[in-house]
C-alpha cells in the first residue's frame, strides 16, 4: 500500500490544531507546477531548500566562530538542523504542520554572508546606496531570485505559506509589504514557532560553544538566574565540570526553554479560542511567546553573551579580520567588475553594482571569500 499525497493531506486534516495550516489549503505557487504524487505541499517546499545550494553553503559559513578555528563549533549548517529540530518538536507538541515549520526553519538563514554578523554589518554598510544589506531580506531573495535550478522560473517557486513564514521572520514587516503580503497580519503559528526556536537555538548553543571555547567562566555564569535554574534542575552542585556535565546542562536550558514557550502558547491559544490560522494572523500580539519571566532571564543572558562572548577580544578579532577581507574584496570587484563571474556580469545591465557585488560575496561561504581575496591580492596565488 502506498501512502500517496491525499492521504497525507487527510491525515493533516484529521489529526491537526483548527489554527493549523494545512497543505491541502495552500494557495499555491507563483509559476504553475503540479504537486507530486507522494509528497504535500509543504514537504515539497522542505525539500526545494534541503536540495539548494544556498542550503548546502551554510556548513562552511560561521555562526561564531570561523571556520578554521576548529571542527566541533556549531556552523550556519548546524544551526539551522538544531533549529528545525526544536520547531519540529514544538509543532508536535501544539497540533500544527510540522513540514510547514521545518521548511521555514531550513530556510531562515540561507542569506547569511561569510563570517556570520561581521560580514552582514559591512556588507549594509557598502550597499546603502541600494537598499544595505540585511541577512533576513537576502533569505527571501535567494529562495524567490537567485537559486536557479529550474528553467522555467527563478528561485525555488514555493508555496505562498513558506515564503510568508520567510518573509516575516523576525516581523520583519518592511519585506513582506515589498513581497506583497499583508503587513497587518502576523505570522502563522507555524512561522511564529519557526521564529522562537531560532532564538532560542540560538542563546543555548553560543553558550555552549563559548563554554567549550573557554571564553566563558563558570562563576561569572553565577549572576544568570536562568543559568541557576539549569544547575538546580541538572542536579549539578557545582564543581566538578567536564564535557558531559556541559552537555546536561545545555539539554536541561533547552528543556527548560521549550517547556515555558509550549506553556505560554497553549495558554495563549485557550485564551484566543482560535479556531483557524486568520484568528492568529490577525490576533495584536504574538501567540507563540516565553512567559514574561522567562523574556527576562532570556534577555539577562542575551546581554551576558554580548559581554562575554560575542565582544570577546578572540572573536572581535575573527570579526575585525573578516570585516577587512570582506571590505577589500568589495572594493576590488566595485573597482574592476569584469572580475566578476560572466553570470554576475550580466546581471550588471539591471542591477546596481553594489547589489551585484553584494549577492556574490554573499553567495560565498568562510572559506571561498579567503581563497577569494587570496586570488585577488596574493601574488603567488593562482587567479
Not at 540585511?134 to 533569505?139: A, F, M, T, W
Not at 531573495?141 to 536557479?148: A, F, G, K, S, Y
Not at 566563558?216 to 543559568?227: H, K
Amino acid at each position: 500500500m502506498f501512502v500517496n499525497r491525499q492521504r497525507l493531506e487527510q491525515i493533516e486534516a484529521d489529526t491537526l490544531a483548527p489554527y493549523a495550516l494545512l497543505s491541502r489549503d495552500s494557495r499555491g505557487r507563483q509559476y504553475h507546477n503540479p504537486e507530486p504524487q507522494y509528497r504535500t505541499a509543504f514537504q515539497r517546499d522542505r525539500d526545494r531548500i534541503v536540495h539548494s545550494a544556498a542550503f548546502r553553503r551554510l556548513e562552511y559559513k560561521t555562526q561564531v566562530f570561523v571556520n578554521d578555528e576548529g571542527d566541533y563549533y556549531r556552523t550556519r549548517l548546524t544551526h539551522t538542523l538544531e533549529v528545525a529540530q526544536i520547531g519540529r518538536t514544538m509543532a508536535r507538541a501544539l497540533a500544527v504542520n510540522e513540514d510547514l515549520v521545518e521548511v521555514v526553519c531550513l530556510a531562515h538563514d540561507l542569506g547569511h554572508s561569510p563570517f556570520g554578523h561581521a560580514g552582514e554589518g559591512v556588507l549594509n554598510r557598502l550597499t546603502q546606496r541600494c537598499g544595505g544589506f540585511n541577512h533576513n531580506h537576502q533569505s527571501y531573495r535567494v529562495i524567490t531570485q537567485l537559486e536557479r535550478r529550474y528553467a522555467d522560473w527563478p528561485g525555488l517557486n514555493l508555496t505562498y505559506e513558506t515564503l510568508e513564514g520567510i518573509a516575516k521572520h523576525e516581523t520583519e514587516y518592511d519585506l513582506t509589504n515589498a513581497a506583497g503580503f499583508d503587513m497587518a497580519k502576523r505570522g502563522s503559528v507555524e512561522a511564529q514557532i519557526a521564529n522562537i526556536s531560532d532564538e532560542l537555538a540560538y542563546n543555548a548553543h553560543d553558550l555552549d560553544d563559548g563554554l567549550q571555547a573557554g571564553l566563558i567562566a563558570l562563576d561569572d555564569l553565577q549572576q544568570l538566574e536562568i543559568w541557576r535554574r539549569m544547575c538546580e534542575k541538572a542536579g549539578w552542585d557545582g564543581t566538578k565540570f567536564d564535557e558531559m556535565t556541559r552537555h546536561l546542562l545545555i539539554r536541561e536550558l533547552i528543556g527548560i526553554e521549550v517547556d515555558d514557550v509550549l506553556k505560554c502558547t497553549s495558554e495563549n491559544l485557550d485564551a484566543l479560542q482560535a479556531k483557524s490560522p486568520m484568528d492568529v494572523q490577525q490576533h495584536s500580539e504574538q501567540t507563540v511567546t516565553h512567559s514574561d519571566e522567562m523574556k527576562t532571564r532570556n534577555r539577562a543572558l542575551k546581554d551576558f553573551l554580548y559581554q562575554h562572548m560575542y565582544f570577546q577580544f578572540r572573536v572581535m578579532r575573527m570579526a575585525t579580520r573578516a570585516q577587512r577581507f570582506i571590505e577589500e574584496i568589495f572594493g576590488s570587484y566595485l573597482q574592476e567588475p569584469r572580475q566578476l563571474p560572466d553570470e554576475y556580469q550580466a546581471q550588471l545591465k539591471d542591477k546596481p553594482i553594489e547589489r551585484v557585488v553584494a549577492d556574490y560575496i554573499a553567495s560565498m561561504t568562510d572559506r571561498g571569500a579567503l581563497l577569494e581575496y587570496r586570488r585577488l591580492f596574493d601574488p603567488l596565488t593562482k587567479p
